[in-house]
């Protein structure tokens, strides 16, 4: 059986370096927001080149922290893609603000950069972009569009750790919201998360915000949260850090395997010079996806469907999303995620293929 995931596999090389770290965490008597979570934090700032990293305690945490500091007015809008994870928009209803969707283009899977304009209005106050499966957004673009409406850039880094566009990693346009969920390139042993910025002040505040709303113990500011980053996952991070270049090296290649031996009339994801994709997820789509899945199942391959069904179609948001999404329906109906682990052997991929491609005959 080719699994879809394995968490022990993947972290099997730093089980030495883990219960090294626990250790140093046990003795240490200290248990949340202490000296591991600070050197994490310095660590995961330098490896994207901002000036500030604050770690909180999961991806959903950190895009609504992120969006809450920016203490934008009532009745705000925020402009996000049609077809990401529910997190990213839950952060922006949490905040008590409106999700405005904008479709994805085809090609990408990311935020079309040519259809947000047209949602602009007067009470658009930020666009938050998710560098969706590991592709980084056409940010010069994006960019542009904020500066010409003054809006405040939110990313969504949870699937693209490392992930560049034209050599800049993402997390480094705007506030890099970042999951560390164990399943994630840069996965911790529980959840856990990071938002990146090179604003002093902003920095300040989600440290704040994480811990009740309070830079000065028992005196609280702000309307906080607790969200704080647990010393044992920061110091398992410390670790998994070290080895993420090896993990998105592993995956590319694996990506790159796939790409030149499945067939084109599975539709694969686009390369171009531009991105630097960390292929968090490897995505094919196809007219009869749930065929495709059940035949590899069948072939003892198993896969992942990210995602079933798109926000604007979930329960919990009827009533909040209104509007027609057909190119994100479109991709929701034919997607297919493969294997493409950091345990994956170059042997698996190509059974994949091999199987899919007969698939087709
Ligand atoms: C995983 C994920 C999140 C949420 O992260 P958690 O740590 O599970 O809260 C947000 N956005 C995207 C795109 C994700 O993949």
Redesign the pocket.
Known sequence: MIEYENLRLVNLKLFDKYKESFDTFLQSGWFVLGSQVAKFEEEFARFNGTKHCVGVA???DA?TIAIDAFGLPKNSEIIVPAN??I??ILAIVRNGFKPVLVEPDIATYNIDPNKIEEKITKNTKAILV?H?YGKPCDMDLIMAIAKKYDLKIIE?V??AHGAKYKEQIVGSFGVGCF?F?PT?NLGALG?A?AITTDDDDLAKTFKALRNYGSAVKYYNDELGYNSRLDEIQAGFLSAKLEMLDDITNHKRELAKLYLENLEDRFVKPIVHEDYFDVYHIFNIRHEKRDELKAYLLENEIKTEIHYPLAPHKQKAMQGIITGEYPISEEIHNTTLSLPISYFHTKEDVLQVCEVMNKWLK
Do not use: E, H, P
């Open positions: 999961s991806g959903l895009l990401t994870y997190a990213t998710v969706l969504d949870a699937q999951s969920y994630k959840d998360g």
